[in-house]
């Protein structure tokens, strides 16, 4: 008789709601409550690394915990060909990243970007050139910090060329514009 008590007892505090507590035989509720604290806890710990990585930015490379290395690869208020950034745009601030992927003997169409963004070159190396013929070279692992309202455009070599490129704007605001 004792252990069937015993049983019931184990049986009724797994049984929280007239079912195994089971990831696959949960009621959906439950599978959503526990996604949703999967995600709330992976998004913190995202952030987290997030501002510890920006706290140690901050930090000269000798205070950084032992492990982690970190390296500014841009810190400026000007563009590549020496114009002063004016500022950000007004608005609702919308950061986007993009990975962009051009093709080897590629060359962009001329145009402009109305805010203060940067090219990372992941792979290849490219070419920026505005109008007047004024010119910089771009390879593996260098930035790029792109001219705000310039015409430029971009060319590639006998390399395919991969950017992850960082724009600074604000909501609806294009990223490109062709003059």
């Known amino acids: 008789m004792q252990a069937n008590a015993a049983a019931r007892a184990r ?3 797994s049984d929280r709601f007239g079912q195994f507590d089971h990831p696959a035989v949960r009621r959906p ?7 949703v ?12 690394i997030a501002f510890a990585g920006a706290a140690f930015a901050q930090q000269p490379a000798q205070q950084a915990p032992s492990g982690i290395k970190v390296e500014t690869l841009l810190k400026t208020s000007k563009s590549w060909d020496g114009t002063p950034y004016k500022g950000y745009p007004s608005g609702s601030p919308q950061l986007s990243v993009l990975k962009i992927e051009i093709p080897a003997h590629s060359v962009l169409p001329w145009h402009t970007h ?3 963004n940067a090219g990372y070159v992941l792979s290849g190396e490219i070419t920026v050139e505005k109008k007047d013929g004024e010119k910089q070279t771009v390879k593996a692992g260098q930035v790029l910090p792109e001219t705000v309202g310039s015409v430029h ?3 590639t070599g006998d390399s395919p ?3 992850i490129v960082f724009y600074a704007g604000t909501e609806g605001m294009p990223l490109s514009q062709h003059p």
């Open 161 to 163: 060329v991969t950017l």
């Open 37 to 48: 604290r999967g995600s709330l806890a992976a998004l913190g710990a995202g952030l987290g």
């Open 153 to 155: 455009r971009g060319v």
């Open 114 to 116: 109305p805010m203060p």
């Open 11 to 13: 049986f009724s505090q």
């Open 29 to 35: 509720a439950q599978r959503r409550r526990a996604w």
